[in-house]
């Protein structure tokens, strides 16, 4: 059977949609993996930073000032802000907030949080010892949660970095765990 140009036409339309659609869904965890690869955009690492109280050295001669942003992916439509818009600390003292979310839909969502530091060359200075980002955060229909966050700046801190920036963009994750069959 020979296909005719219009059939050529629709066949080659089809393919290069799926193709298009699997290349956007599978965006988030390329764009993570090219950010960890790469330490572009501010990414952050996901894993607890270890803290140990008797080896910190705080560095009092200074202070550095965090501010916290939240936003959502266009198809998340929780709720998600910072408990505080900013913190000064010192480099080095362990700084504690959350954040808040809440789940205005009547059905049960899972959203994770991916977060990102800015100037770029702070990122690496910036430790998570606690956050709502290592794990996903499922919520029920119309509930709410405060999740912590613990987080140090690094002595090392290059002097001339006086302000962070720590955001987290919230993304609906919920289709992607039902279709791996997972909570």
Not at 42 to 60: I, Q
Request: with cysteine; proline share 7%.
């Amino acid at each position: 059977m020979v296909l005719q140009g219009a059939q050529k036409t629709v066949i080659k339309a089809t393919l290069t949609a799926v193709a298009m659609f699997g290349f956007g869904f599978a965006m988030v965890p390329l764009y993570d993996v090219f950010c960890k690869v790469t330490g572009l955009n501010g990414k952050t690492s996901d894993t607890p930073y270890e803290y140990r109280a008797e080896t910190a050295r705080v560095d009092t001669s200074r202070t550095v000032t965090i501010q916290f942003v939240s936003t959502n992916n266009a198809n998340m439509s929780w709720a998600f802000s910072p408990s505080i818009r900013k913190v000064t600390v010192h480099p080095g003292e362990v700084a504690e907030l959350s954040f808040n979310v809440r789940n205005p839909t009547g059905q049960r969502m899972i959203g994770q949080a991916i977060p990102s530091v800015t100037p770029f060359d702070g990122t690496d200075f910036l430790h998570k010892t606690e956050c709502f980002c290592f794990t996903t955060q499922p919520l029920e229909a119309f509930e709410e949660k405060n999740m912590p966050l613990k987080i140090i700046i690094d002595p090392a801190l290059p002097r001339h970095i006086k302000k962070l920036t720590l955001s987290y963009t919230l993304f609906d994750v919920t289709d992607m765990y039902a279709a791996a069959g997972t909570p």
